[in-house]
């Protein structure tokens, strides 16, 4: 079996659905990340940088609505999701160095291989050396970052904390999250390119 095969038989293992559905919702994921612009550098260093709010109003906006739907998707039995332990000393180092990196870069995981399928050379050297960061953690995880990764608090969710009450607490932390979304003031750094294809009207310079 080559590795194509071999790929194609593990999404099916996985239990998430046929090869076409996991296939679609692809296709719809890169074709909003596209119409949004996210896979543009300027929208993840501008929000870095606190010049663009695409990138927060996108995100308050899909995880509050996810998290909802979600929810009681799994309660229904119509989804499932394997919940991980809560590390605090490796979340914070990862998170700088996630954060950090993701600034330089200006891609996400999920973005980077929308850029990637553009033709971005770019941001493929940015995934090849990303994936040789992954190699090297994982080689030297027992010698070296699992001391760093400290004691786990266990798989903790947030519904839990609210015994007799899930369903009330994640219909509020999604409609929260939601109304976030809604209230940020749009803000957006355009580069060269986009300045050209702007109408007059909407030109930054103009108004």
Not at 23 to 31: A, D, E, H, R, S
Not at 39 to 49: H, L, P, S, T, V
Not at 99 to 128: H, W
């Amino acid at each position: 079996m080559n590795i194509f095969e071999q790929m194609l038989k593990t999404v099916i293992d996985e239990g998430h659905g046929s090869l076409v559905l996991v296939f679609l919702i692809g296709v719809i994921f890169g074709g909003i990340i596209q119409f949004t612009r996210v896979d543009k550098f300027e929208k993840i260093a501008g929000f870095a940088m606190l010049k663009d709010t695409v990138v927060p109003k996108m995100l308050f906006l899909t995880i509050g609505l996810a998290s909802i739907g979600l929810f009681f998707m799994i309660k229904l039995g119509w989804a499932h999701y394997h919940i991980k332990p809560l590390i605090w000393q490796g979340l914070i180092i990862g998170g700088i160095l996630f954060g950090t990196s993701m600034a330089i870069f200006g891609k996400c995981p999920g973005t980077g291989p929308v850029s990637i399928a553009e033709g971005r050379v770019d941001v493929l050297v940015g995934a090849i050396g990303g994936l040789l960061g992954g190699l090297v953690f994982t080689l030297f995880y027992d010698d070296f970052f699992k001391s760093l990764m400290g004691e786990s608090a266990g798989k903790i969710v947030l519904p839990h904390l609210f015994k007799g009450h899930e369903e009330l607490t994640v219909l509020i932390f999604g409609i929260v999250l939601t109304l976030i979304s809604i209230i940020i003031p749009k803000r957006e750094l355009f580069d060269e390119e986009d300045l050209k294809n702007l109408p007059d009207s909407c030109r930054p310079d103009k108004n």
